[in-house]
């Protein structure tokens, strides 16, 4: 594909774009004096705006003006002086000490430690240090630095027109440039991320925390306090989830209690985890069987037990609490009174004639991973394989339910650069688009899957939908899963995407091998038709979710097979 050529100005012409639709859509959350400071923004000049947008993009605060060279007609500095003016950037002597000697050269922090009678030798860490100790001195700096203030209030304007965590607008210039294609669709306007200013606050401050790194010594404190704030804050409605201070508090809380009970030992966290899941979270799985093992180690499996059989649950994440369940009640003399896990399949012993070396397997085309090793041992014998696990799912899916996913939904697509709606993964999904997804399912059921897809890859091939991978999967691979498999199911497996999206596809077999009629001998014996396999190296062990799908699988009447891989030395 041939990239277009991007006007000079592209980031003054974003940031307006973003700026303007931003405060359609939340501007009512913005305080008095951030209207005030877009206000001083908007009557800047063209060139002084430019300016602006340029400084914005760079990330590394304050900004060199030696290295610095927009393409603008009006002079930098006079374009630096109005920017000034209405109090958009700062200048040397307002930007603090350390931030400035951060942007030097080593050959200019040691001129600066010669004029200030200290030694110019050590490291840039250690010149800085040592420079910052002895405080700026009373003459001009020698380096010209500008550093942009109310940085925060503008990649939150990016954040909301962009609608991610980073206010990233590189999906804005792939766009321009024509490499990034974006599904076209009806932006819809609704009630917004967030109910009120104190919401919104509570996203940025828990994004905030969320990205630092947690120190052995406050794992503790930093997991009592993200317990606080989920007590205080009531878990938000499915579409608002994806960008709110509870989705953020939760992911501190369970990494840093993690963190705690490798530091501290389980008692110390038991209290965590019981506090945890009496609170509302999204998935509060992961807490229940993180208690359950800590009491078991803690020296109170009866207790473990009680915990995984009052919270028992339907799909692979309640196979991973009976089966901890389990193993506590044996180490307690108990008897277990929950579900019983179906059996594992047999596996079967597949010999390729490849050695293993450092975990990776030595074909003829070089060291592949086990998966591909494998697929390329079954071309040998006729039969096509791909490796499909989550994406493939992932990227039938997408095509699928592209109706759905798109559909004009109030709120729901508030942003031209989504992958996917707000909603996507939740109970919510199903429910706003009831009438799209029964026509979508119906179709499956009467066979119609491979001209859905048909349809969805003319129109929308190449754009960017969440989880759809182009490159890996093409139209006929797409439409042949689709005739070979049962209609049932398919419809099972995205009636699973349709509820869980990403989540739903954790655990699913590695292989699709197709049907064929003819085939060599390969050791083994292979289904003649469509089939699924999970691939398992010498060490490697099967996973609850792994375990759910294949024996789902097969209870649905779709061979799904566990194949054991042994090097040509056995």
Request: hydrophobic share 35%.
């Amino acid at each position: 594909m041939e990239a277009a050529l991007l006007p000079p100005d592209y980031p003054l012409l974003h940031a307006r774009c973003s700026y303007v639709r931003a405060q359609v859509m939340e501007g009512h959350l913005l305080t008095a004096g951030e209207q005030q400071v877009l206000k001083y923004w908007d009557r800047l000049s063209d060139d002084a705006a430019h300016v602006h947008s340029r400084l914005l993009t760079r990330k590394r605060q304050p900004v060199r003006i030696d290295g610095f060279h927009p393409p603008v007609k009006t002079p930098l500095s006079e374009c630096i002086r109005e920017l000034q003016g209405v109090g958009l950037i700062d200048q040397n002597s307002m930007i603090p000490w350390k931030s400035r000697l951060s942007t030097w050269k080593v050959p200019e922090l040691r001129e600066a430690c010669k004029r200030q009678s200290l030694s110019p030798k050590g490291r840039k860490s250690e010149l800085i240090e040592e420079l910052e100790k002895q405080g700026p001195p009373q003459t001009p700096d020698a380096v010209p630095l500008v550093q942009v203030r109310h940085l925060n209030l503008f990649r939150r304007l990016n954040r909301t027109y962009l609608h991610n965590h980073d206010g990233d607008s590189s999906r804005l210039v792939l766009s321009d440039l024509g490499l990034y294609r974006n599904v076209d669709y009806s932006m819809t306007e609704g009630s917004g991320r967030f109910r009120n200013r104190k919401e919104l606050r509570r996203y940025e401050i828990a994004l905030h925390d969320s990205l630092q790194p947690i120190a052995q010594a406050d794992c503790l404190d930093v997991a009592y306090k993200a317990l606080k704030q989920l007590r205080d804050q009531d878990r938000p409605v499915d579409y608002r989830w994806r960008f709110s201070g509870h989705r953020f508090h939760e992911r501190t809380l369970l990494r840093a209690t993690l963190q705690a009970e490798k530091t501290c030992g389980p008692h110390a966290v038991i209290e965590i985890y019981q506090n945890a899941i009496r609170l509302p979270l999204h998935d509060p799985t992961h807490f229940i069987h993180r208690l359950a093992l800590c009491l078991g180690r803690a020296g109170r499996p009866e207790n473990g037990v009680e915990i995984c059989q009052n919270h028992e649950t339907k799909g692979p994440t309640g196979y991973r609490l009976t089966r901890t369940g389990r193993r506590l009640a044996r180490k307690a003399n108990f008897v277990w009174s929950g579900s019983v896990l179906p059996p594992k399949p047999k596996p079967v012993a597949l010999k390729i004639p490849y050695p293993r070396k450092a975990a990776k397997w030595h074909t003829e085309n070089g060291p592949q991973t086990i998966e591909k090793a494998v697929i390329q041992h079954l071309s040998k014998h006729k039969r096509i394989a791909f490796h499909a696990e989550n994406s493939f799912w992932t990227t039938l899916f997408g095509l699928l339910f592209s109706d759905a996913i798109f559909a004009p939904i109030p709120g729901m697509l508030p942003s031209p650069y989504l992958r996917a709606p707000l909603d996507l993964g939740s109970p919510g999904f199903r429910r706003r688009r009831t009438p799209i997804v029964e026509r979508i399912f119906n179709q499956i059921r009467k066979g119609g899957a491979p001209a859905l897809v048909r349809t969805a890859h003319q129109k929308l091939e190449g754009r960017h939908i969440k989880g759809v991978v182009w490159s890996r999967f093409p139209e006929s691979l797409l439409r042949a899963v689709c005739e070979q498999i049962q209609e049932e199911t398919l419809a099972f497996i995205m009636n699973q995407m349709v509820d869980q999206w990403h989540d739903a596809g954790r655990g699913m077999p590695d292989l699709v091998v197709l049907g064929c009629e003819e085939q060599t001998d390969i050791g083994i014996e292979l289904p003649g038709h469509l089939f699924l396999a999970e691939i398992k190296g010498p060490t490697d062990r099967l996973r609850d979710e792994q375990h759910w799908w294949l024996s789902t699988l097969n209870q649905m009447g779709t061979t799904a097979q566990l194949w054991h891989i042994q090097d040509r030395s056995g």
